[in-house]
Each structure stands twice: as structure tokens, then as C-alpha cells.
């Protein structure tokens, strides 16, 4: 059914041994074939660029106005490399377990091996671009510490970190449309996967500003489409984040694995009221200098800095001493989650913790402090009004990131033959738990170490594109057509936002940082009733052939009521709790997570089967290198 | 908290444009500006009107897709703040707000509050770049840069591409955008390689494209959401002499 196409061999020697068997092209040739991307993130200009280079034409499509705009821009923290500079016993194998670890032991291998010997040059090829990053007096690159992992090795310009590599990114791909090697759409949203006997050969496309769908034909297809923790509603991530081009590719056979393995990040701001439409982030370095507490008393109504010292508990440090509030996030935002429902949350609506930097001043200086974080600080004013100089932040977990994704084998390649998933929108590198610093890493990995040489591989085994439209291709763009028709004329009463809103709700709360089986059936009934109901009553205005956001939106939240369904599908089927999927019913006496080696040693791989149902397949994992333990923080 | 908001109503860009007023009764201070929209929105499809359309994404001050003018005020009346981090609590309850788009004739408007800020990638498609391909890079620690150039070369690099700083400009110059990205690359070893072409083509755009010339009024570092300083626009200006 399907191969995950590992190469044999020692772990160290494998992508090595890959890289020389893979399949060339003549550069000459190379021009003949047509390779789509989609997403300008990280990871789909990274790809993008590096394709054209080897001298790929390359069509890429974006929904935004320009590339700049994807959401890898809003990472604030770093990226992880394996330099090992600040001669604190790191390597890439010290990396590779942290990250097998940090993943709860539900990730590929061979697959995060080659994420972390691939960081090496990844900071070389940043640089040369001239991306920022800190650096010392000595004119030396800088590293800190995030979260998982005892040595320091993220790389980081300031709190814009994912921004400063999408610039670099974003020039190199901007630089290939200068030379005419890529085409550009923006404003150009994917509707659909054209599959032709089993093989990838392109994308129904809708220009955003006009309405005018095309079939737009290719020998791959990449998508590098980011994650779908919007799916959530209140997120991190930005408002046009979303999961379609994925659940389309999905819909048209490609496997999705772990779809219910969202991370909640432990450090963005709580929410303050209905009207909210995002919760922002707080990046995880700040847990380098802050510490995390909650008043000892349940409903402790006084300012922060009126509570002694002797009345608040630093249950990070008190539950995990030697990662302290350097805990993974999963780990971090369980344990946060803990205190609210205990009644030690704190701010108006008791769901939040302090993030204290007091200490720290009282250490190194508020100057000091201000160099390393000054901008979050200042964005943490911009946002909530209050100074985190003078009281401590609140903060509170929130729905971020998608380990889960398009199931993927060791060339990023999907079940489908020719199509490609990179970035976030796969599945591979993170396990179950993400650790901080490493999805800037997975994008930039994806796209310029891998993909140049996998997609290559692929496409050196078959003849170009010839470019008669295919029946296929028509009838994608009819179903597609009627699709957006379909939207337009239900003409009920709600918009496609009250849907998502609901969406979130049932989510959060029964799908959300802990799990258990007779809320995930509620939530799967309750979710059957929302698709139904958004059939029925959804309100769309306007037409199809102008800028029309809610049209975007309402094909968004379709697409994610499809999703939301598999997520729980997922979350109900795992008996067992590992990394960021926490059943209530499977944990040890201390309430820390208990995995189930023995049954669930596997990553669910779904087929989606006609009538919206889904098939299980099971990529059984193989610990070869590092030998399966209990994860402890301790 | 109440509000009334003249916000600008068009089409598309061959349309005329004009003012419509709404009043909303029921805010929260603790609203977003974006926020406020959204929920304008909402009892406008309601209603069965059309929505205004505005741009926003991250709504955190990052992504530059955000931005239009507040009773005059480039993105907002807080300094140095994009739209979507401006809240309600900068305005006083029962106050009128005008909003319309940023205004320049290289950013035609596309619909209400939205505009076309393509022009500024043409402008970076010119030479706004290292021309490195994958895999070419040596060691990263074989380039030392010193900590004060590093956070120059930051301070330039911060840029998000908004446009802020052209529709603060009489003379809608892109001189602060162009400046940041030419004294980012230029200030780093690893751009001086180019740099004279660079600025050269860069600039040749940016005349093309229809932005004004800088008169150096200082009107965009003031509304620059990442506070980028005018220096930059000198630096440009002494690599476009030196070139």
C-alpha cells in the first residue's frame, strides 16, 4: 500500500548514500519539465528557488499578495543547528535524540537523523543570503537555549527570526522570477489536486482577485501549504491559514498521518473575550529568563507583585527540576493547563500564568533583558497595554502547530506518485511533540536540502510533460466550479465565521490538550451536525467574480469541517497518550503521559473513503538507533 | 464603547470611491481595529450588504499585510503600531474614526481598504538579494560580522513590506523601503559583492514603478511600524553616488 522507501544502511550513511545513487538530469533537459509549488512559506520558496536553480521551471502559487506574507514570518524564537559552537557537547547526534525524544518516540528515524545533519549547512546557506542572526562581540554567531534540550543551539535574529529567513527565502525565489525561471501567481489559492493514473499533474487554481479557475498542469507538485491549527479558530497562527490544499490532495487519495497531533504552545497570550479572533504568540525563548508560577491559593485576586515570594508556586521547576521552565512545550502546556483547571489560573477570566522576568532583571539588568527580548516586550505592550518590565506577563496554551500532516515517505513524496508535501503541511520529523526551534529548521530543510535532490529523482524517470489538457483536469475544474456555486447559493444565516467559531469550541474542548473517549464521540456527533447545518444555513454574500473574502473563508472552513472530523476520528482510535496527545484515561499516578509501545508503536496513516468515512493504515515505526524509553523531564 | 466609523466604500479600481458611515454600539476596548471590522462585517452580510473588505493576517504587527489610515494617522494613532495591533482603547468612546486606504499612485486600490503593493516586489525582484544559490555557502562562522553591524544590518532587514512609510510620504517615495533593503544587504560583507549594481537597479525601479523622490521630510520613520531610521535612505544615497 505504501513504502516509506527508507534507505538501508547505517543511519549516519543513509541520505549520503541517497544523494549518490539518486537519478540526475542533463541541466540541459532540465528545463523541459514544469514543476508546481505551492505555498511561498519557508519551505515552498526555499523549494521553489532551489528547484529553479538547478534550472526546473517552476510555477508558483500563493494566496497572498506577495511571498513575503506567509505565516513562517511570524516565528519569533530561532532555528536549530547542530553547530555545536558554544562547545557544550552537542552533534547531530545529540540533536537527533532530542528531537526523537522530544517527539515522544513517534517519528521516523531516518527521517529526523537527516533533519539534524542537515542543519549543519542550513545556517551556512542563511547567512550567506544575509539573514542577521545575532552575534557576539567577536563577530561570532550567538546561541540560546529553548525548550527540551540542555545545550544551546538556536540560531535567532532577535524575536523575528522566521522573518529575517523568509526574507532570505522570499529574495532567493523573487531572484528566480527576475530571471524568468519562475512564474509567479499570487493572489492564487489551490482548489484542487489533478491526479491522473495515480500520478500527480497538477492543480485546479482560482485567481483570488477575478474568480477565473484554470487547470494548471505539471510534472510534480509540491505543496508547502503550512499547518492547520486555525483549525482551532483561537490560534497562533494567522486568519487565512488553512488545510485546503491539503484536505483537497487528501480527498484525491493522498494519505493523511496523525491528523489529531496539534501542539499547544505554552507561552501566548490567554483570551479576554468572545470577540477575540487569534491569541498571540510569546516566543519560547523567553522561558530562558522567565519563570512560570501561579498563586498557591486558588483565586487569588491580589496584583502579582503583592504576592510573597513564599505564596507562589514555580510548578515548572518544582515538577521538572532539571528542565525547570525549559520543559517541552506539550509538557509545559499540560502542566499550565493543570493549574487553570485547578483554579490557580490567573487575569480576568483565570486562564492564564505569569511569566515572570523579575529575577532575571534583578540578575542581569533590565538593559540586559531588554537586548535579548526587546521587541517581544514591546509587542506584549502593543497588545495587552500592560509593561512586562514592571509586572509579570500573563500567558496561557494555545493551539499552534500540526505535527500531523500529508503522510510522506523518505522523499517527501505522498502515496501519490509526483506529488510532494514539505514543511508543515507533512507529517515526518516532529513525532508527537514538536520541540521549539525545530519548524523553521523542517521548512528550510525540506526545502533546500531535500526536495532539490528527491524531486529530481523522480522527475528523471519519466518524459516531460506533453501539453494536451487532460480529461481529468476537466472535470477537477468542473467539480471545482460547482463547488464555489454550491457556497454561494445556500443563502442560510449564518456566516462562514460563526461556523469556524463553533468549529473551535467543540475542538478545544473535546479534542483539545486532553482527550477522552466519551467526549471525542460527542464531539464527532456535534461535528456531523455542524457540517450538516453548514450546508444548510451558510451565508455567503457577493459573487464569485470579485475579491470576495468570505467566499475564501467559507471554502476554508468547509474544508476544515472535513478535517475536524478525521482529527477526532484519530484522537479516538490512539489508546494511549504520547507527547501531545493526552488521553485522560492513559496516564501514570503523577499524570504525566502513558505511552502504549506495545499497540500504538505506529503512525495512523488515513485513507479517506467515499461517503466521508476513513481507513486506518499503519506505518509501524522501527527504533533502531535510539532504543524506545520513557520520556522524563524530571 | 461606541464608534462611528466613515470608512471608504469601492468597488474595484476602475470605480469611484466614497464614504459610508456605520455606527457600532456594542464594542469592546479591548478590540483589535481588525477585530472591530470583523464584526462590522458580520451584521453586514447579515443584513445582506456587502462586507468591507480590508487586509489583515497575522494580527500580530509581522506579516505587513495589514494597514489603513486612521482619521489621518498611517496605520494608527500609536507610534510606531500596525493596524492590527492598534486596539480601541487609543480611541475614546462616542469618538468618529475615517478610514480609507493608504494613498499613492504606485498602490492602486483594489477594493475599500485594500490596495496593490506589488510594486514593492518588483522593486526587491532588481537586485534586493544575494545572489548565492543552494548550496554554494562556506562556513558560517568564516564570516565574522561585529555585534553592532549585525544589529544595524537587523534594524534595516526588520522592514514588513507594508507601505507605511510610502503613504506617510507627500511625495509617496518608496526611499525608506528601498534604503532598508539596500543598507541591510550593503552593510554586510556578503552583499558588498553587488552592491553597486544593486543599488543602481533598485532604485531605477523604484522611479519606474511611479514612487516620488525623497525629500527627506522624516514623515516615514515616524509611522514605520519597525521604527526604521532615515539613515538608511542616506546610506542608499551614498551607495547611489559611489555606484
Not at chain 1, 323 to 329: K, T, W
Request: glycine share 8%; charged share 25%; hydrophobic share 35%.
Amino acid at each position: 500500500m505504501f513504502n516509506s522507501k527508507v534507505p538501508p544502511g547505517p543511519i549516519q550513511e543513509k541520505w549520503t548514500q541517497y544523494k549518490a545513487q539518486a537519478k540526475l538530469i542533463n541541466p540541459s533537459n532540465r528545463r523541459k519539465y514544469k514543476v508546481i509549488v505551492v505555498g511561498t512559506g519557508l519551505a515552498g520558496s526555499s523549494a521553489a528557488a532551489s528547484l529553479s536553480e538547478l534550472g526546473f521551471q517552476v510555477d508558483v502559487f500563493t494566496f497572498h499578495e506577495s511571498p513575503r506574507r506567509a505565516h513562517s514570518v511570524a516565528a519569533q524564537g530561532g532555528i536549530n543547528a547542530a553547530k555545536d559552537y558554544k562547545n557544550d557537547g552537542d552533534s547531530v547526534w545529540r540533536m537527533f535524540y532530542d528531537t526523537i525524544k522530544g517527539g515522544d518516540f513517534r517519528s521516523r528515524e531516518a527521517n529526523v537523523y537527516r533533519m539534524a545533519e542537515c542543519s549543519l549547512s542550513l545556517i551556512d546557506q542563511a547567512v550567506a543570503q544575509g539573514v542577521p542572526f545575532a552575534r557576539e562581540y567577536s563577530g561570532y554567531l550567538s546561541n540560546r537555549s529553548f525548550g527540551g534540550v540542555q545545550v544551546s543551539r538556536t540560531f535567532y535574529a532577535r524575536g523575528q527570526t522566521g522573518q529575517q529567513m523568509l526574507q532570505g527565502a522570499y529574495q532567493a525565489l523573487i531572484r528566480q522570477t527576475e530571471v524568468g525561471q519562475v512564474k509567479l501567481f499570487t493572489r492564487h489559492e489551490m482548489l484542487d489536486l489533478i491526479v491522473d493514473q495515480g500520478k500527480s499533474k497538477g492543480i485546479i487554481s482560482r485567481d483570488l482577485d477575478t474568480g477565473k479557475m484554470e487547470i494548471q498542469t505539471a510534472d510534480a507538485v509540491l505543496l508547502a501549504t503550512g499547518g492547520y491549527g486555525k483549525i482551532y479558530y483561537l490560534s497562533t497562527l494567522a486568519m487565512n491559514c488553512n488545510a485546503s490544499a491539503i484536505w483537497r490532495a487528501h480527498l484525491r487519495g493522498a494519505f493523511f498521518a496523525a491528523p489529531s497531533w496539534t501542539q499547544f504552545h505554552p507561552t501566548s497570550l490567554p483570551q479576554l473575550g468572545e470577540y477575540q479572533s487569534k491569541l498571540t504568540l510569546m516566543s519560547e525563548s523567553l522561558r530562558n529568563d522567565g519563570r512560570i508560577w501561579v498563586p498557591k491559593k486558588a483565586g487569588d485576586e491580589r496584583a502579582a507583585n503583592s504576592i510573597p515570594e513564599y505564596e507562589r508556586d514555580y510548578y515548572l521547576e518544582r515538577k521538572y527540576p532539571s528542565f525547570g521552565n525549559l520543559a517541552p512545550r506539550d509538557i509545559s502546556s499540560r502542566a499550565a493547563k493543570e493549574q487553570i483547571d485547578n483554579g490557580n489560573g490567573i487575569g480576568p477570566l483565570k486562564n492564564g500564568v505569569f511569566l515572570d522576568f523579575r529575577d532575571a532583571i534583578q540578575r542581569d539588568g533590565k538593559e540586559a533583558i531588554k537586548k535579548r527580548y526587546g521587541n517581544l516586550f514591546e509587542m506584549y505592550k502593543k497588545i495587552t497595554g500592560m509593561d512586562a518590565y514592571e509586572e509579570p506577563m500573563m500567558i496561557s496554551p494555545s493551539a499552534h502547530f500540526s505535527m500531523g500532516g500529508l503522510w510522506v515517505d523518505y522523499e517527501l513524496m505522498s502515496n501519490i506518485q509526483g506529488l510532494f508535501v514539505l514543511g508543515e503541511a507533512n507529517f515526518a520529523d516532529h513525532g508527537a511533540n514538536r520541540l521549539g526551534a525545530n519548524s523553521l529548521l523542517q521548512a528550510c530543510v525540506d526545502g533546500y536540502s531535500i526536495a532539490p535532490h528527491t524531486v529530481m529523482n523522480y522527475l528523471a524517470g519519466m518524459e516531460p510533460l506533453t501539453k494536451t489538457e487532460s480529461v481529468i483536469g476537466k472535470e477537477a475544474l468542473q467539480e471545482s466550479k460547482s463547488r464555489i456555486d454550491r457556497l454561494l447559493h445556500i443563502k442560510g444565516r449564518k456566516t462562514a465565521e460563526e461556523f469556524h467559531k463553533s468549529l473551535g469550541k467543540i475542538l478545544y474542548q473535546k479534542c483539545g490538550l486532553s482527550r477522552e473517549r466519551k467526549q471525542l464521540l460527542e464531539a464527532k456527533e456535534e461535528l456531523k451536525a455542524l457540517q450538516e447545518e453548514f450546508y444548510r444555513e451558510l451565508l455567503v454574500p457577493g459573487s464569485a467574480e470579485q475579491i470576495n473574502f468570505e467566499l475564501e473563508k467559507a471554502g476554508r472552513v468547509e474544508d476544515y469541517l472535513g478535517l475536524a472530523q478525521l482529527i477526532v476520528e484519530d484522537a479516538l482510535v490512539r489508546e494511549e497518550s504520547c507527547g501531545a496527545h493526552f488521553r485522560l484515561e492513559h496516564q501514570t499516578e503523577d499524570g504525566e503521559a502513558k505511552r502504549n509501545d506495545l499497540d500504538f508503536k505506529y503512525v495512523s496513516v488515513w485513507e479517506s473513503q467515499p461517503g466521508g468515512t476513513f481507513k486506518l493504515h499503519k506505518e509501524h515505526l522501527e527504533f533502531e538507533a535510539i532504543p524506545l524509553s520513557e520520556r522524563s523531564y524530571k | 464603547m461606541k464608534l462611528t466609523l466613515h470608512i471608504w466604500r469601492q468597488a474595484n479600481s476602475a470605480l469611484k470611491g466614497k464614504f459610508e458611515t456605520y455606527v457600532l454600539n456594542d464594542l469592546n476596548s479591548h478590540m483589535s481595529v481588525p477585530e472591530m471590522l470583523d464584526h462590522l462585517n458580520e451584521k453586514l452580510i447579515k443584513e445582506g450588504k456587502d462586507p468591507v473588505a480590508f487586509d489583515s493576517d497575522c494580527r500580530e504587527g509581522i506579516c505587513g499585510q495589514c494597514g489603513f489610515v486612521i482619521n489621518g494617522h498611517i496605520h494608527s494613532p500609536e507610534k510606531h503600531a500596525t493596524t492590527c495591533q492598534t486596539h480601541l482603547r487609543s480611541f475614546k468612546d462616542g469618538e468618529e474614526l475615517y478610514l480609507e486606504p493608504f494613498r499613492a499612485k504606485a498602490f492602486p486600490i483594489k477594493k475599500d481598504l485594500c490596495i496593490d503593493r506589488t510594486a514593492l516586489d518588483r522593486i526587491i525582484a532588481k537586485g534586493g538579494y544575494i545572489s548565492v544559490n543552494t548550496g554554494q555557502a562556506p562556513e558560517a562562522n568564516s564570516i565574522l560580522i561585529n555585534h553592532e553591524t549585525a544589529e544595524s544590518a537587523f534594524d534595516a532587514a526588520s522592514c514588513i513590506g507594508c507601505g507605511a512609510c510610502v503613504a506617510s510620504c507627500k511625495n509617496a517615495s518608496a526611499a525608506l523601503f528601498t534604503g532598508a533593503k539596500i543598507s541591510h544587504l550593503a552593510l554586510l560583507p556578503q552583499g558588498k559583492m553587488e552592491a553597486e549594481k544593486r543599488v543602481k537597479s533598485m532604485v531605477a525601479q523604484m522611479d519606474a514603478e511611479g514612487f516620488g523622490a525623497c525629500s527627506f521630510t522624516g514623515a516615514c520613520s515616524a509611522v514605520c511600524p519597525q521604527n526604521i531610521s532615515i539613515s538608511h535612505i542616506i546610506t542608499m544615497n551614498k551607495e547611489f553616488w559611489r555606484s
